[in-house]
């Protein structure tokens, strides 16, 4: 949901605005690296309602749209391909029942000669099953896999494996300045190695709390692209996961600067 709708820039986070959940917007442009534009499409049922589940199963898992065309993995079907194939099911039964938003799609667009390369990407799923709750390091990454993508530098919009979660990717908010994504590998200088389990918890369930109204933002204010609100859903269970796993990946020193203003 927060690439499938129309973010909020003036407020903390960019939460979707009302009533554009699923109906598309957010576009990856040339200015952030991507060899193209891409635009995340209406998955509505105005925009999908006339695919079927296995239309829509092929395209968030092999990356091949209804029409044939190969979709940019900035769309993550590489990793909902390697996913257990009940939770893609589950996201299917749940994107029939989003409000339908009437509102056109763009085409998707790459540059010579991504146009090309772009139709090697699709892969055939390889799915798992689901890891039990007492494997913590499994359920960790099987919860991770959304994390890695933003959490890691990339050439040409695709992630660099060996800098998994050392952060340190651009993205230019639309209200000014560059947000980069953390460090959260445990390098104690400059990643997250000096949390404990609680405060990375709370990190994300500060965010839980009712009483939470984001913060508007002004031109040149600090905001963030990490979907807090969004994961503050996530129980402490999964979050433990999370932490736990992130605690057995590489270490990397990558020092951050998260926001600068040109
Ligand atoms: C859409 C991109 C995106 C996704 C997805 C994402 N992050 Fe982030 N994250 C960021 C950015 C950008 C920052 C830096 C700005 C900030 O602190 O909000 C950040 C900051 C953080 C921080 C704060 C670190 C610090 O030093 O303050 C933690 C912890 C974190 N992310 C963990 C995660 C985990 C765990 C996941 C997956 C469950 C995740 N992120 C998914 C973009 C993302």
Known sequence: MDCHAERDWNKFGGPPKEGSLGAGGETFERKWGFPGEYYAGNITPYGVGDWTDGELFRAITSGVSKNGRALFPVMPYLYFGKIDREDVYSVI??????????????????????????????KKPEFITK????????????????????????KKGRIIPELAYSGGRDYILPTGG?????????????????????????????????????????????????????????????????????????????????????
């Open 131 to 154: 890891p039990v709750n007492a494997d913590k390091i499994a359920c960790g990454e099987y919860l991770s896999i959304g994390c890695m993508e933003c959490h890691t530098q990339a």
């Open 178 to 262: 560059v947000v980069r994504s953390s460090n959260i590998t445990f390098d104690s200088e400059t990643g997250i190695g000096i949390w404990s389990e609680d405060v990375f918890i709370q990190k994300f369930k500060q965010y839980a709390d009712s009483n939470f109204v984001p913060l508007e933002i002004g031109p040149n204010e600090f905001n963030t692209i990490m979907p807090w609100a969004m994961y503050a859903g996530l129980t402490i269970e999964d979050l433990s996961a999370i932490y736990t796993y992130l605690k057995s990946v590489k270490i990397i020193n990558n020092k951050v600067v998260k926001f600068t203003v040109e």
């Open 93 to 122: 039964a749940y994107i029939r029942t989003l409000d339908p938003v009437e509102k056109e799609n763009l085409e998707s667009e790459s540059d010579f000669p991504f146009d090309f390369i772009i139709n090697t990407i699709p």
